[in-house]
């Protein structure tokens, strides 16, 4: 995602995507992930790079609701207010990696067996994701992901 700034007192971060099919009111679009740097074209000896391409192309659909008329095909912008990627990323990455790093430290401080720590770390750590999963229950990671026609010949063209 590229991050630009829809008005001045917002950042958005832009997903290039394309259309395919439109049911109702809303639209079902398709988009391939970000490659892991700008410099992946360049770096042939990259890991990142590499794992990517033992991963194989994964494309991913939402369905959100349609600004408009749009058609099948039709290249979208796919945006995200800056803020809710945040949110997004401390729940999936910030606060179970803290809630492990305390879980250590807690039963390293209580002296617990291994067995004991291990099962205690691991409870901490599932217990973190929690709100993460809560979230995404109640759609509110994607509720502000919004849809924007894209330029004439984007999005994979």
Known sequence: MTAGPSSECERVLHQPGRVLRVEGDHVVVSAEPAASC????????CAARALAEMRGPRAFELRLAAPGA??????????MPAADFLKAATLALLLPAAALVLAIWAAQLLALPLLAAIAFCGGAFLAALWPLWRAERRGRLVRNLRVAPGPAGGAGA
């Open 70 to 79: 749009l058609s099948p095909g039709q290249p979208v912008l796919i945006e």
């Open 38 to 45: 700008s410099g992946c074209a360049a770096a042939r000896g």
